[in-house]
């Protein structure tokens, strides 16, 4: 039996390192042609790793230039609060948003994009007014005034809010692309044990205070499984999906199990 993923074109973007490397490996497996984009190197053996920077459109577009077709985009770069609340929500958010915009000319229909959210996000829907009138009304030219005019709001870390941002576009992409078929969808992942955990705010340390239902992180070949479930084809139903990805945390939070980790805010 042929793998659903034979001869299709998936984009990766984060390629180089966590579960962005891991969703680029598992693709290459499965027969996918995978070009990476990643400002820095070390991709899985087989891909097409171009050197790009998400919040650079002039770069993302050279990266993409040679292309007549894209299947599937998987959204997997990303930074942590330590980046600075300007620079976590240009490449969280900003980034994001303008590779989706650059890559749909290129997805026939019934393509799919599959984004990485996070359980920090988890209160997206009680700031949906605030985050849809972001996403709908700042640029990157307004963007340091938005921050300094929200300096509470992404205190102590912006991530959080980044993160919720990333939950709404999904859902806004969700319904403006089902006419075309093509699917959007994200997964939250709690803790995972890459490098990019190491730079959080707080370091590995905060692995202490976080709970881990499993007792243990996740790992990011775990994470890949189900992003590349997602965007392929058979999760042909399946979209405005956000997943958590976290062993049962929020599960856990909600029905008083386990302390929430997020705060009151």
């Known amino acids: 039996m042929s793998s659903p993923y034979a001869g299709s074109v998936a984009v990766v973007t984060g390629a180089a390192s966590g579960i962005g490397h891991a969703t680029a ?10 070009i990476g984009l990643d400002r820095d190197v070390g991709a899985p053996q087989g891909v097409d790793l171009r050197v790009t920077d998400v919040t650079d459109r002039a770069s993302v ?7 007549t077709s894209i299947d599937r985009l998987f ?23 303008d590779v989706i915009d650059m890559v749909l000319p290129l997805m026939p229909d019934g393509g799919s994009i599959t984004n990485i959210a996070s359980v920090g996000g988890w209160k997206w829907d009680k700031n949906f007014e605030l985050v849809q009138g972001f996403l709908a009304t700042v640029g990157i030219d307004d963007l340091g005034d ?4 929200h300096a509470e709001l ?8 980044s993160k919720q941002c990333v939950v709404v576009e999904t859902l806004l992409r969700c319904a403006e692309l089902a006419p075309r078929e093509i699917r959007v969808n994200a997964i939250c992942p709690g803790l995972v044990d890459t490098p990019m955990l190491g730079s959080a705010p707080a370091g590995r340390g905060y692995v202490s205070a976080f709970p881990l239902p499993f007792g243990r992180m996740t790992t990011a070949d775990e994470q890949a499984s ?3 479930y997602l965007g392929g084809p058979d999760a042909g139903a399946v ?14 939070v909600r029905v008083g199990a386990l302390a929430s980790p997020f705060g009151d805010a």
């Open 25 to 34: 490996s598992r693709l290459i497996e499965l027969g996918a042609r995978v």
């Open 226 to 228: 189900v992003l590349v």
């Open 154 to 161: 992404l205190a102590p870390s912006a991530y959080p809010f």
């Open 75 to 97: 959204n997997c770069a990303g930074v942590t609060g330590a980046a600075g609340p300007e620079t976590t929500l240009r490449v969280n958010v900003f980034g994001l948003r």
């Open 61 to 67: 577009l050279a990266a993409l230039a040679d292309l």
């Open 239 to 252: 979209s405005g999906v956000i997943l958590p990805t976290d062993q049962g945390l929020l599960a856990s």
């Open 146 to 149: 938005w921050c300094t005019d």
